[in-house]
């Protein structure tokens, strides 16, 4: 039979990290997390999440390390570069009517998915009257984003990615690549505020016309996917724009009728001008 | 096996999948009973046709697996490209993007791996052909949970990197050909 005394240890630690440094997992889907935590034992050189629960409530010099577990921390540069297309060609005359712009990439990571918004804003000619708010709980995350350096190994990759989603400029624009390392340009974090919050247990903190979070409601559970689009249609202007991941929908959501359909495929939403 | 209840089927396949599952999955009878969660590596960014192509050969419904779906008895699940496909305690479905697994996403060891926790004894993993050594780890954890665990036979697999490296890992599974995994899994429900 599986291990259940994991599954009570599993959940004890959980609850532990919320009650200690407020960083609150429990409403994550508990498969995942409790392989990346089986990851971090196994780096901690611990037999049990009991023992590993002992070390990190006594020593918060081991949380970053944990946290770099337990956040995923994986993306590209214009990923699903038919998303961006659509966004250039259907969202962007939209946004042009307006005078000034708020984006929020919610659940930002390392960066990728700001930077793609911020060059494709600056393409569209809106950048300089956009503002961007770049959040995370993860603090180590959010300061390799507000650094922008990427393994230069990567940039292949990206550049396809810019090419295939309408890009209008060479990506080699942004970046200046030495020592293996590429570094994109300061420039493009001039309108940008990087900021610590949690979709979990943070509120409202601006009026966005378009909110971005691909790839991150997929980790959390049905309850906490709904307080977090509930965040969302809450922190949009009438008529402001969601993007969900690939194969993320707002669909089976108690916040599902806030929306209406904007580019089904391409998983963006409009809020409603009633709701 | 007399006497054994199972819940559901764990498969997972690479080079030759297509193949191999045309073969066995559609010797399944209408009303089969067993949930079916299937990995097989896709390039990332191809549309996945999977579930389109088998849904037209197969008495079970097909389709590709939705993030926090509820797993339903009898019906055919597909990871989509690009995602690990996890099970929860609760018998639902989660999508990652975590990264990559032995160069692949989805990774037919964290199904099995993750569905080992979920259905412990009353799974069975089947691992066919594939060129590399995705799965070993997977159906070893489904074994170490109790449950049955099935590989193709090596020499009869388009690709036998996989299937090899399974039985390194449960040297006692036992290796049939695809029509003998297709009469298992109905013998296995009528036990």
């Not at chain 1, 409790?34 to 010099?61: N, P, T, V, W």
């Amino acid at each position: 039979m599986p291990n259940k005394t994991d599954d009570i240890e599993l959940k004890l630690m959980l609850e532990a990290l919320y009650q200690k440094y407020h960083y609150d997992f429990r409403g994550y889907s508990l498969a995942s997390v409790k392989r990346r935590m089986g990851q971090a034992r196994e780096h901690f050189g611990c037999k049990s999440y009991s023992q590993l629960q002992d070390r990190i409530l006594h020593d918060a010099s081991l949380l970053p390390k944990l946290l770099s577990y337990l956040t995923v921390q994986v993306s590209e540069l214009f990923r699903d570069p038919h998303y961006f297309k659509i966004i250039r060609e259907k969202l962007v005359p939209h946004l042009r009517t307006y005078p000034s712009l708020k984006v929020w990439i919610a659940g930002c990571s390392t960066g990728e998915e700001l930077y793609s918004f911020v060059i494709l804003f600056r393409e569209e000619g809106l950048e300089d009257r956009t503002l961007f708010y770049a959040t995370d709980i993860n603090p180590e995350a959010l300061n390799k984003a507000e650094a922008g350096v990427y393994e230069v190994d990567r940039i292949q990759l990206f550049t396809e990615n810019h090419r295939r989603s309408g890009g209008k400029s060479s990506l080699s624009d942004y970046y200046t690549a030495a020592y293996g390392a590429a570094s994109f340009d300061k420039s493009l974090r001039k309108r940008v505020v990087f900021s610590d919050h949690s979709l979990v247990s943070d509120a409202v903190f601006t009026e966005a016309h378009l909110i971005s979070c691909r790839n991150v409601l997929i980790y959390f559970d049905r309850e906490l996917q709904d307080r977090a689009l509930g965040l969302f249609k809450d922190s949009l202007i009438r008529k402001g724009f969601l993007g969900l991941g690939a194969k993320e929908s707002i669909r089976f959501s108690n916040q599902a009728d806030y929306f209406i359909d904007f580019s089904r495929e391409e998983r963006l939403y409009q809020k409603r001008g009633d709701a | 096996m007399t006497g054994r209840h199972f819940e559901a089927v764990v498969i997972g396949a690479s080079a030759g999948a297509v193949e191999a599952l045309s073969v066995l999955l559609p010797a399944l009878p209408r009303g089969y009973p067993l949930a079916i969660l299937i990995v097989i590596h896709l390039p990332p960014d191809k549309k996945s046709v999977m579930a389109e192509i088998m849904s037209a050969k197969c008495a079970l419904p097909v389709k590709e697996a939705e993030d926090k779906e509820s797993i339903a008895g009898g019906t055919i699940y597909f990871a989509p490209p690009d995602y690990h496909l996890l099970v929860e305690a609760d018998k639902s479905l989660s999508l990652s993007s975590e990264e990559p697994v032995l160069f692949s996403r989805p990774s037919i060891d964290i199904l099995f791996e993750t569905a080992a926790d979920a259905y412990g004894a009353e799974l069975i993993g089947i691992i066919l052909s594939g060129a590399n050594e995705d799965g070993a780890r997977g159906l070893k954890a489904v074994l170490d949970a109790g449950g049955a665990v099935v590989v193709q036979q090596p020499e009869l697999a388009y690709a036998s990197a996989m299937p090899l490296a399974a039985l390194e890992a449960c040297p006692d599974a036992i290796a049939l050909s695809l029509e003998q995994i297709a009469s298992y899994l109905q013998k296995v429900v009528h036990a």
